[in-house]
């Protein structure tokens, strides 16, 4: 039985990292939205604002199979600079307008 646990206590770091996915376009934000945009412009790309729900299957989906295809990553990285707003979120946001606001309060403004 010792060796078991043992053998599950080695292995559990390396199950945890390999369930982290590598999303390259996805950008750190402090929800600056308005500094968002200055950064994508600054890096010649456009602003991607990812909405996404906590538990939802079709956003998981995103991200476990879409944004892990490799011409989807190469595409999206060159042309993209990701955020993600959760829509029922309750971090502040800063809009490109400057006007502050929760991320579901966001989400509601742009019909998400």
């Known amino acids: 039985m010792k060796k ?10 390396l199950v945890c990292m390999s369930a982290v996915l590598r999303i390259p376009f996805l950008k750190p934000s402090m929800l600056n939205l308005k500094d968002d945009l200055e950064d994508a412009k600054r ?6 604002i ?3 729900q906590e538990g939802c299957p079709f956003c ?6 879409t944004f892990q295809d490799k011409g ?6 060159k ?4 955020v993600e707003i959760d829509i029922r979120g309750s971090n502040k946001v800063v809009d490109v307008d400057g006007k502050k606001m929760t991320e579901r309060q966001f989400a509601h403004k742009y019909g998400v």
């Open 50 to 52: 990812m909405f996404h």
């Open 60 to 65: 998981d989906k995103m991200r476990k199979v």
């Open 4 to 13: 078991y646990v043992l053998t599950l206590i080695l292995l559990l770091p």
């Open 72 to 77: 989807v990553q190469d595409y999206f990285t």
């Open 43 to 48: 890096e010649g790309k456009y602003l991607f």
């Open 79 to 82: 042309h993209f600079y990701m």
